[in-house]
């Protein structure tokens, strides 16, 4: 009995070590092994972990409002036809029509557009 232990833990052994010392060619495909409460677990995982090359890259941080920022804010805000009516160092003025008339929107130049008035 104590010989079929042991030679079932050498052969463990062996080949947990040749799984490590195995080159990882393709980084994105992976041989996992778990033991845990339920049990020991394993699998294999082909192919990317879901994200996009897209959501790789780093994003722009601008360091104010541009007048399209704003545009496109106050279209999201439910003006329609937006445009720029003013627009200086400070703030961003933009006038639209909804459902009760015309409407003017003024954000100020600092990052994500905040609304003045």
Known sequence: MFQK???ATL???????????????????????GFGI?????GYVYG????SH???????????CSPR????????MGLRRARIVRANRNIIRVAGRTHWGRQHVVFA???RCPVIR
């Open 38 to 42: 339920g049990g020991p677990s394993g």
């Open 5 to 7: 232990l042991k030679i």
């Open 11 to 33: 052969s463990a052994m062996i080949g947990l070590g040749t799984l490590a010392a195995a080159p990882a060619t393709a980084q994105a495909d992976s041989l996992y092994f």
């Open 69 to 76: 920022q704003a545009v496109r804010k106050a279209e999201r």
């Open 48 to 51: 990317n972990s879901g994200r």
């Open 109 to 111: 130049r600092a990052p």
């Open 54 to 64: 897209r959501a790789e890259r780093p994003r722009r941080h601008y360091r104010a």
